[in-house]
């Protein structure tokens, strides 16, 4: 059974704080991992993808750890925009697949 | 650019009434397409994608089916709906690897 683990928070932190979260999957041959961005009421948006050991944009870095199967999200120098739930989702294995599982989602609360 | 559409953007039917849900997608030909639902507390859930015109993978067995009549179009629907098909709908389209929601139909069954 495919699984996708997060921390449902929320994490509350200060504007200027760096946050975390990990998110672990059971697919050790999941390939490919997306962090998406989901406001209250709307649609999730792609955040950063990951096809290697990580990447990075700007404030934010994602650090992959395929000998414990966890995906982690940075993020340095929060702001209150940066409020949002967090989903992570591993892509299924198989040449040809393109499918998404994901996680339930992180809930970020930056506060003034 | 690709433009994902979804409408309508919230809906209220009471049980046993039926749905039809609808996403068009442009800039982009021949996309898969996969419709999901995020219900209150829950993830995002898979329902059904579509790799092509008439052709539906279905990934939750339920009182739900799914149409691709145009390269373009999706669309949901149910004959009768029930008090546990309240949800937020959302199709997305694949570019790559990565996957583009639409605006998202929020249904609330009564």
């Known amino acids: 059974r495919k699984e996708v683990e997060q921390d449902p928070g929320p994490f509350n932190v200060p504007e200027g704080a760096t946050v975390a979260f990990n998110c672990t999957y059971s697919n050790s041959a999941s390939q490919s991992f997306f962090w998406y961005r989901q406001d209250c009421r709307k649609e999730p948006k792609l955040l950063m993808s990951v096809y290697s050991s990580g990447n990075e944009d700007g404030r934010f870095t994602a650090q992959l750890n395929r000998a414990s199967q966890y995906i982690s999200l940075l993020i340095r120098d929060s702001k209150l925009s940066d409020s949002a739930t967090y989903l992570c989702a591993p892509r299924d294995s198989g040449a040809g697949s393109y499918q998404l599982t994901f996680g339930k989602g992180t809930k970020l609360s930056v506060i003034p | 650019s690709q433009t994902i559409h979804q409408w309508p953007a919230t809906l209220v039917q009471p049980v046993g009434s039926p749905l039809s849900l609808e996403c068009t997608v442009e800039?982009?030909?021949?996309?898969?397409l996969y419709w999901y639902r995020q219900a209150a507390g829950r993830g995002l859930q898979l329902l059904f994608y579509s790799v092509g015109i008439g052709q539906i993978s279905s990934e939750v067995p339920q009182n739900l089916s799914a149409s691709r009549p145009q390269d373009r179009q999706f669309i949901l629907s149910s004959k009768k709906l029930l008090l546990s098909d309240s949800g937020f709908y959302l199709c997305?389209?694949?570019?790559?690897?990565?996957?583009?929601f639409g605006p998202g139909t929020r249904l609330t069954v009564t």
């Open positions: 997305a389209w694949r570019g790559g690897y990565e996957q583009y």
């Open positions: 800039g982009t030909s021949n996309p898969n």
